[in-house]
């Protein structure tokens, strides 16, 4: 039987409704409208969309999008000057720094100038280290992996006591994806570019992550029969029958993997609409804890 399809589309559909009736209930009962604030360096087309994205998905849901576009040879100082304004600005309550940012700038300094308490991305290096420690909890995680987890949550895939595999290590997703898993009770194993027997290792997967960056190159000989498979991979791929001339394919193979897997993400629409979603999950969580809503 053909995988079941985890739909980001209609999840992030969901989401984004139930975002949107906590955004009005703020507005109604304590005057608050959550503001999110993007800063974008450059002028890197994909950044630029993946930006313009979040912007709209921000106003969809009645929120403020704040967005500053600074120029690409910015320096660290000036960068970290309009940080500081809007970790100062009351009405914003969630800052997110596209990366990545032009090779001049330090990534880990601009993320640390991000004031806690509005690190909507979860990418601030005091979140990333409560991510990784036992019995810590960041302010916010990261929304990808966020979304990948949610994903499975609301299709009822279990994950404590599962064995877990992700491919690759990368900080935006591989690393806290793991970290998520492993907090919530997986047996966790993270592959490496120089990792031997990819193949054999991703077959003991119950969930495997592909988060490797490379098209299609997850096989259906590397899934376990009905493992649930999450898919983080964006590539355009030439396709001479697409009206485009382009495919938009992820790191599995799709079409031969979903008659193996029990679960699979498209791409797209998988875990690129849940990304989004949980941006402005997170931005109202900031907004409802400003409000003393919740700790
Ligand atoms: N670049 C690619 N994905 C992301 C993301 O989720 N957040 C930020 N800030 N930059 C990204």
């Known amino acids: 039987m053909p995988a079941q399809l985890l739909d980001g589309r209609a999840t992030s559909a969901a989401i984004h409704d139930e975002v949107k009736a906590g955004v009005e209930k703020l507005k109604t009962e304590h005057g608050i409208v959550p503001g999110l604030a993007t800063v974008l360096v450059g002028e890197d087309p994909g950044s630029k969309s993946y930006v313009g994205m979040k912007q709209k998905q921000c106003e969809k849901a009645g929120m403020h999008p704040f967005a500053r576009h600074l120029p690409e040879d910015i320096s660290q100082e000036e960068l970290e000057k309009v940080l500081g304004e809007l970790n100062a600005d009351p009405d914003v309550h969630g800052i997110l720094v596209q990366l990545p940012l032009p090779d001049h700038l330090d990534e880990e300094s601009a993320l640390a ?95 495997l992550v592909a988060a490797i960056d490379q098209p299609r190159m997850v096989k259906a000989e590397w899934v376990k029969p009905g493992a649930a498979v999450i898919d983080v991979g964006w590539s355009r791929v030439k396709d001479e029958t697409a009206k485009k001339g382009f495919r938009v394919v992820g790191n599995v193979d799709f079409d031969a993997v979903k008659e193996v897997a029990g679960y699979l993400t498209p791409v797209p629409g998988g875990t690129g609409p849940m990304t989004i979603v949980l941006l402005l999950q997170n931005t109202l969580l900031s907004a409802r804890r400003v409000a003393g809503l919740i700790d």
């Open 113 to 207: 100038a991000i004031a806690l308490e509005k690190d909507v991305d979860g990418f601030h290096p005091v979140n990333i280290e409560r991510l990784t420690l036992q019995g810590m909890e960041p302010t916010f995680a990261p929304c990808m992996p966020l979304g990948c987890v949610e994903l499975l949550d609301r299709y009822n895939v279990e994950i404590k006591g599962k064995e877990a595999v992700v491919l690759g290590p990368s900080n935006i997703v591989g690393l806290p994806a793991a970290m998520l898993l492993l907090h919530r009770g997986a047996t966790l194993t993270i592959c490496h570019p120089h990792t031997e027997n990819l193949a054999e290792i991703s077959r003991r997967a119950d969930i």
